[in-house]
């Protein structure tokens, strides 16, 4: 797997050329049974108080199955299932407003769409201290013994990961570790090398139930901050799974 996602905390690339861990992407999505997408007009989301009128001033695109409204903060795309929002680095410090806001007002306003689950989710890429080799961090970090009678040991070209699933801030957290190949740039955007590192998907997923649906889900978006806190914990732990002699 290749990926070339533009990071959202850029690193150094002459002092860090590959960056122990960058976050690469953000988002919020709400999933609805089916979404009116007529509803979705530029006045109505204005008039609504969901968006701004410069939120709405960009290059928007507004057709039959789809609403997608990029601003400076972050991108609202609406799909038929789905609302979803992906933040840009300059939208992270106030994502949990941005999302009370736009995902809270139009649950607010639309109380009767069958919501079905909320996600909250955070893509890291997780490279090896500076100076080491990429499969032999990546064998020592995720290859259990029941592996290791499959995969020989001299096999260089051998590739690890791993899953797990846990319960936290009344949420259920999915984290998917895969190793991939990621094209390295510098802050301006300029393409520098490719590289392998760890692409760390994590999902805190809520499951919205019939009664108490909206309640349950203003409370979980605002609940962003600890789970941004929590998935950057994640990540520092799992940094320091080991460490090659």
Same mark, same amino acid.
């Given at each position: 797997?290749?990926?070339?996602?533009?990071?959202?905390?850029?690193?150094?690339?002459?002092?860090?050329?590959?960056?122990?861990?960058?976050?690469?992407?953000?988002?919020?999505?709400?999933?609805?049974?089916?979404?009116?997408?007529?509803?979705?007009?530029?006045?109505?989301?204005?008039?609504?108080?969901?968006?701004?009128?410069?939120?709405?001033?960009?290059?928007?695109?507004?057709?039959?199955?789809?609403?997608?409204?990029?601003?400076?903060?972050?991108?609202?795309?609406?799909?038929?299932?789905?609302?979803?929002?992906?933040?840009? @680095?300059? =939208?992270?410090?106030? /994502?949990?407003?941005? &999302?009370?806001?736009?995902?809270?007002?139009?649950? $607010?306003? !639309? #109380?009767?769409?069958?919501?079905?689950?909320?996600?909250?989710?955070?893509?890291?890429?997780?490279?090896?201290?500076?100076?080491?080799?990429?499969?032999?961090?990546?064998?020592?970090?995720?290859?259990?013994?029941?592996?290791?009678?499959?995969?020989?040991?001299?096999?260089?070209?051998?590739?690890?990961?791993?899953?797990?699933?846990?319960?936290?801030?009344?949420?259920?957290?999915?984290?998917?570790?895969?190793?991939?190949?990621?094209?390295?740039?510098? @802050?301006? =955007?300029?393409?520098? /090398?490719?590289?392998? &590192?760890?692409?760390?998907?994590?999902?805190?997923? $809520?499951? !919205? #139930?019939?009664?108490?649906?909206?309640?349950?889900?203003?409370?979980?978006?605002?609940?962003?901050?600890?789970?941004?806190?929590?998935?950057?914990?994640?990540?520092?732990?799992?940094?320091?799974?080991?460490?090659?002699?």
């Amino acid at each position: 797997m290749t990926t070339n996602a533009a990071p959202l905390v850029a690193a150094n690339p002459q002092t860090q050329p590959t960056p122990r861990h960058v976050l690469v992407d953000s988002n919020a999505v709400l999933v609805a049974n089916e979404l009116n997408l007529s509803i979705f007009k530029p006045s109505w989301l204005q008039n609504a108080g969901i968006l701004t009128e410069q939120e709405l001033s960009g290059q928007i695109v507004i057709t039959p199955g789809l609403a997608q409204i990029p601003t400076d903060l972050f991108e609202l795309v609406i799909i038929p299932n789905r609302v979803q929002i992906t933040f840009r @680095p300059a =939208g992270l410090v106030t /994502a949990r407003a941005i &999302l009370t806001r736009i995902i809270g007002g139009i649950a $607010t306003t !639309l #109380p009767h769409t069958p919501y079905q689950a909320l996600g909250i989710n955070y893509q890291y890429h997780i490279g090896p201290p500076q100076g080491t080799e990429f499969g032999r961090w990546d064998r020592q970090l995720f290859a259990l013994p029941a592996v290791c009678t499959i995969v020989q040991a001299d096999d260089t070209k051998a590739r690890f990961g791993a899953y797990f699933s846990l319960d936290a801030l009344g949420m259920r957290v999915k984290v998917d570790l895969k190793p991939v190949v990621a094209q390295l740039n510098d @802050p301006q =955007g300029r393409r520098l /090398a490719e590289t392998e &590192l760890i692409n760390a998907a994590l999902n805190y997923h $809520t499951q !919205l #139930p019939d009664a108490d649906r909206l309640p349950m889900l203003l409370s979980t978006l605002a609940k962003w901050d600890e789970a941004f806190q929590h998935a950057a914990t994640i990540i520092q732990s799992i940094q320091g799974w080991a460490t090659v002699k």
